[in-house]
């Protein structure tokens, strides 16, 4: 805060021509003089408590700022601690990591076999199913072939019995035979 000096003047009043602040007025004094110097005061007066109040909160504020200060620091050594300690751990090889990654290479090894013979499996799957497919593509051929010729031998069959058409012994022979599998 700016220093405030206040220079005292010798005040000339009513009251008379050399009017000293000690001197004891019978009355209450009106002049300007007097109002200058109880607005003063009370400024002076009020400029102290501000004064006072602010280097309250100074020391306030430089205690508060030692008590960071001292967190900080502590937080900085925890924080040199720590990064050591990584460092530490990031060199160290665990005990079993030779056994980890010599059993990372077999699971490698026996994912490549399970792949192939997955790869295989599907493979021989697909072949198996058409290979059914076609079984009853040749199944549904040979049914449509024999309803067709029991349809046809119904059919001529029934042209016989009507009379429309003469008995031929050698085909209805080999009929026979187809159907009783002779």
Same mark, same amino acid.
């Given at each position: 805060?700016?220093?405030?000096?206040?220079?005292?003047?010798?005040?000339?009043?009513?009251?008379?021509?050399?009017?000293?602040?000690?001197?004891?007025?019978?009355?209450?004094?009106?002049?300007? /003089?007097?109002?200058?110097?109880?607005?003063?005061?009370?400024?002076?007066?009020?400029?102290?408590?501000?004064?006072?109040?602010?280097?309250?909160?100074?020391?306030?504020?430089?205690?508060?700022?030692?008590?960071?200060? !001292?967190?900080?620091?502590?937080?900085?050594?925890?924080?040199?601690?720590?990064?050591?300690? #990584?460092?530490?751990?990031?060199?160290?090889?665990?005990?079993?990591?030779?056994?980890?990654?010599?059993?990372?290479?077999?699971?490698?090894? #026996?994912?490549?076999?399970?792949?192939?013979?997955?790869?295989?499996?599907?493979?021989?799957?697909?072949?198996?199913?058409?290979?059914?497919?076609?079984?009853?593509?040749? /199944?549904? /051929?040979?049914?449509?072939?024999?309803?067709?010729?029991?349809?046809?031998? !119904?059919?001529?069959?029934?042209?016989?019995?009507?009379?429309?058409?003469?008995?031929?012994?050698?085909? #209805?022979?080999?009929?026979?035979? /187809?159907?009783?599998?002779?």
């Amino acid at each position: 805060l700016p220093c405030v000096r206040l220079a005292l003047v010798t005040l000339t009043c009513a009251a008379g021509p050399s009017w000293d602040r000690n001197t004891l007025h019978t009355g209450p004094c009106t002049c300007p /003089a007097v109002q200058v110097e109880s607005g003063i005061q009370e400024t002076i007066s009020g400029l102290s408590e501000a004064l006072n109040s602010l280097q309250s909160k100074l020391v306030e504020l430089s205690g508060s700022e030692g008590q960071l200060a !001292a967190r900080l620091e502590k937080r900085r050594a925890e924080l040199e601690r720590a990064e050591k300690r #990584l460092a530490t751990l990031a060199g160290v090889r665990p005990a079993y990591m030779d056994e980890f990654e010599a059993l990372q290479g077999q699971l490698q090894v #026996l994912w490549l076999h399970y792949l192939e013979r997955f790869r295989n499996l599907q493979y021989l799957e697909a072949q198996l199913e058409g290979y059914h497919k076609a079984e009853q593509d040749a /199944a549904d /051929a040979a049914e449509r072939r024999r309803k067709k010729m029991q349809k046809q031998l !119904a059919e001529e069959e029934l042209r016989i019995l009507r009379g429309e058409a003469a008995v031929d012994e050698t085909r #209805l022979g080999a009929a026979s035979r /187809a159907t009783n599998g002779d």
